[in-house]
């Protein structure tokens, strides 16, 4: 059985994609991941606090996962390309949920500078990944936002049409 932090980890992602961060309680995580309120607190003093390490982990999944997934690539296009098939290689592991950090930007208040904080420096290091791949900043900006709406648009039609013309564009773009 994995240790108290973990399972409460584990658990908001579940939650949180499932039911949204507004629909989800502290009692709801503390129950269904076995936890003792204590053990919870313990880890976590909020559940901003709790959301602000899901993404932190989220972060360092989703990056390991992708430069997992691209390693095997030499060329920059192949591994521009193989970004986006790691977008559907995601959809189809995680049911197209979407990303969990524009998800939960969705649902916090414009003011939550904690979370928000956490949420742009993700889309940063995005950017960053796509720039230090083609050095030059116009073609890295858009393919970033090629990206980041074959996102939005395959969660929300649950499919991956778009990544696949985005791939096309990128093929041709760089």
Known sequence: ???????ILDKALDLFANQGYNSTGINQIISEANVAKASFYQH???????CV???EARHKYWFDQLYNFTSEKT???SKIV????????MNSKEDFRGCSFLNILAEIPKDNSKILKVIQEHKKDLRDYFFSLVGDENISEHIYMLFESSIMESKMFKSNQLIERSKMIVDHLV
Request: no cysteine.
């Open 1 to 7: 059985m994995a240790l108290p932090r973990e399972r």
């Open 44 to 50: 976590f003093k909020s559940k901003e606090d709790l």
């Open 53 to 55: 390490a899901f993404l």
């Open 75 to 77: 060329d920059v296009k």
């Open 82 to 89: 193989s970004s986006f098939d790691f977008l559907i290689h």
